[in-house]
C-alpha cells in the first residue's frame, strides 16, 4: 500500500550523450585534419616508437632506418671512406647520403673514380638486403654555379643528371629493383651553402661543398 510519502526518482535524462558524442567526433576530426597536413620525419617516429615499446611495453621496437644508418656506417668505415666524403645525415623522409662528386667523380664528368666503386658496390648490396626492401632510393645530382658546356654536357642540367643516373645504373648492377629507384638532375639549384660572397666572388670551398650527388633513403 502506497502512501503519500512515496516519492517516484526523477527519470535519468540522456541529453549529455549527444553532446558527448558530437565532441568527440569534432575532436576526431580535428586531429585527423592535423594529421593531413602534416609530414611525419620518420627517424625521429621510429626513435618515439622505440622509446614508448621501451617504456610501457618493456620491450625492444624495431627499428629499421636505425639499423640501415648503423650498417651504412658500418661499410663506409671498413672502406675508410671518411665524412667528408660521404655524409650521412637525415631529412623529414628519412636517411640521406651525401657524396663529394670530387671524390667520386671525374672532374666535369659522369665518369666513376676506380677507386671508389667498391664504395657504391658494397652500398648497393647493403640496400638490395631483404630487411631493407622496402625503402625507396632517390639520387639527386647538385653542382656548383660555375657553367659547362661540352658536346656531352651542354650545362649542368646534363652534369647533374648523368651523375645521379651513373649511382642509379651501379645499384641496378647490384640487383636493386628499379622500381625502388629515381634519378633526378638539380644542377644549381638547391645548394647547401652560398656558392658566392656578397660581392658575387666565387667561394671555392662552398663550391666544392655543393657538388655533390645526394641519396634519398626513406619507407616506401
Do not use: C
Not at 179 to 208: C, F, H, M, W, Y
Amino acid at each position: 500500500m502506497s502512501s503519500k510519502f512515496d516519492v517516484k526518482p526523477p527519470e535519468e535524462k540522456e541529453d549529455w550523450l549527444m553532446s558527448y558524442a558530437d565532441m568527440i567526433t569534432l575532436l576526431m576530426a580535428f586531429f585527423v585534419l592535423l594529421i593531413s597536413m602534416s609530414h611525419i620525419d620518420p627517424v625521429k617516429y621510429e626513435q618515439v616508437q622505440g622509446g614508448m615499446a621501451q617504456d610501457i611495453g618493456k620491450r625492444e621496437a624495431a627499428k629499421p632506418m636505425q639499423e640501415l644508418k648503423t650498417d651504412i656506417g658500418q661499410v663506409l668505415k671498413g672502406l675508410k671512406i671518411d665524412d667528408n666524403q660521404v655524409a650521412i645525415g637525415s631529412d623529414n623522409r628519412g636517411l640521406v647520403l651525401d657524396f663529394d662528386s670530387g671524390t667520386f667523380f671525374e672532374p666535369g664528368t659522369a665518369r666513376l673514380k676506380e677507386d671508389f666503386v667498391p664504395t657504391l658496390t658494397q652500398l648497393g648490396q647493403t640496400l638490395n638486403s631483404p630487411r631493407y626492401s622496402a625503402f625507396q632510393i632517390e639520387v639527386q645530382g647538385h653542382t656548383d654555379d660555375t657553367p659547362i658546356n661540352t658536346p656531352v654536357y651542354p650545362s649542368n642540367w646534363e652534369l647533374s643528371a648523368a651523375r645521379a643516373t651513373m649511382v642509379v645504373r651501379f645499384f641496378i648492377m647490384n640487383g636493386i629493383e628499379p622500381t625502388r629507384l629515381a634519378a633526378e638532375g638539380l644542377a644549381d639549384t638547391r645548394p647547401k651553402v652560398s656558392n658566392r660572397d656578397i660581392n658575387n666572388n666565387p667561394l671555392p670551398a662552398n663550391q666544392a661543398i655543393n657538388r655533390r650527388v645526394a641519396v634519398h633513403i626513406f619507407p616506401r
